[in-house]
């Protein structure tokens, strides 16, 4: 108990006053584990999962549905260039001006939409792009490079539909933020399920944080899901740092790379730090042969 409450003082010191001026409750860290960073692969084939170069479990590839970025603009067969069904979490709005192709690289600014006037409760934009296309199992892998500036930089699958609503958070993070630098977070989420698988009706979710010995933000890293029927593996760099059984993840989903406001990280606007940059160097998708 003493140690929880030292932490959530110097959380609260670390922000100022700004916990009280805008409400935010932000939970102490309670980490999990820490990633060992001398258990990590080297790149020798991009045929291959990160964390599987030799292809032990014969992974197969789905090159029609991964992308490398290196077009002059987003491959609209693939993506939407912009979330076509949800805004953005207030005030964060999200906004096509945000995401643009450079240099190999998806990037996602903020507040690119110039004079247009944003929706109410919305003062500020980033940038969100979302599949086209549902997968149900597989490996997913993304190299990205995360926004130093307070906004959540996410890489995540979900899937909203009548009966059906389930998410798994591959990569869900803030190191913009001094505190969350090392802050590896990890996230699945079941909203609701219909009759036959669970019948839930009300939200629960299963968090865990881990602790990164480097700052996120400052290089590129490689996040990685395995999801099976039987379980879902996180990767970090090909390192193995959770797995979960599967008792509820078997609907399709659709892929999603954005920035976001979100309290639970701190990450709330500031008009002083609008020049972050959120990169994605590639996606890849794999399927078991």
Not at 7 to 35: E, R
Not at 107 to 123: A, C, I, S, Y
Not at 266 to 287: I, T
Request: aromatic share 16%.
């Amino acid at each position: 108990m003493k140690l929880k409450l030292v932490t959530l003082l110097i959380l609260v010191f670390a922000i100022g006053g700004s916990v009280f001026s805008q409400n935010l409750t932000i939970p102490p860290k309670n980490y999990v584990d820490s990633v060992n960073l001398e258990h990590a692969p080297a790149r020798t084939n991009a045929d291959y999962p990160l964390s599987d170069q030799s292809n032990s479990k014969d992974w197969k590839k789905l090159e029609k549905y991964s992308d490398e970025f290196n077009a002059n603009q987003i491959n609209e067969t693939l993506w939407y260039p912009n979330n076509p069904g949800w805004k953005g979490r207030q005030p964060t709005y999200f906004h096509g001006s945000n995401v643009s192709l450079e240099n190999g690289n998806v990037v996602f600014r903020v507040n690119k939409h110039g004079d247009e006037k944003l929706p109410e409760g919305f003062t500020h934009s980033t940038g969100f792009i979302k599949s086209k296309n549902k997968f149900l199992y597989g490996y997913f892998e993304a190299e990205v490079k995360l926004m130093d500036a307070p906004w959540v930089s996410g890489f995540w699958m979900t899937n909203v539909g009548k009966d059906w609503w389930t998410e798994i958070d591959i990569c869900e993070n803030a190191p913009g933020l001094s505190y969350n630098r090392h802050d590896l977070n990890s996230n699945i989420h079941v909203f609701k399920t219909p009759k036959d698988k669970g019948d839930i009706k009300k939200h629960f979710s299963r968090t865990k944080k881990f602790y990164f010995p480097e700052e996120l933000q400052a290089n590129f890293h490689t996040w990685g899901l395995e999801w099976t029927p039987e379980y879902i593996r996180f990767y970090i760099d090909g390192i193995l740092f959770r797995e979960a059984e599967n008792t509820h993840w078997h609907q399709p989903l659709e892929v999603n790379f954005n920035c976001e406001s979100n309290k639970w990280f701190g990450a709330l606007p500031d008009d002083n730090r609008l020049d972050g940059e959120y990169k994605v160097n590639y996606f890849r998708v794999w399927e078991e042969k």
